[in-house]
Nanobody, 121 residues
């Protein structure tokens, strides 16, 4: 079984910073990519940032220049440093991992339970 656990959410004022962490644990053979998605109230879940094996990154336009995704391969952990936060960044942030649980299994998507980020104006 694979478990993704997020931490680091909270309430900040506009212009503040937060650092989200997500640790993957359990039966993991390999991780191809990890990322962060945001779901605002009444909205669909959308990609914020992702990082794949080799270190390539991809950001939503709204995150470029303000957010930085990074990964600790030894700890199976992904981070999202969020600076210059805006009220529109508010939402539940979900960690995502694209991984192979066991060598004989197919690659699958796994999700964390989410962590709330609220940016007050």
């Amino acid at each position: 079984q694979v478990l993704l656990v997020e931490s680091g959410g909270g309430l900040v004022h506009t212009g503040g910073s937060l650092r989200l962490s997500c640790a993957a644990s359990g039966s993991i053979f390999s991780i191809d990519g990890m990322g962060w998605y945001r779901q605002a109230p009444g909205e669909q879940r959308e990609l914020v940032a992702q990082i794949i094996s080799g270190g390539s990154t991809n950001y939503a336009d709204s995150a470029k220049g303000r957010f930085t995704i990074s990964r600790d391969y030894a700890k199976n952990t992904v981070y999202l440093q969020m600076n210059s936060l805006k009220p529109e960044d508010t939402g539940v942030y979900y960690c995502n991992a694209d991984l192979t649980p066991r060598i004989w299994e197919q690659r699958k998507q796994f999700w964390g339970r989410g962590t709330q980020v609220t940016v007050s104006s």
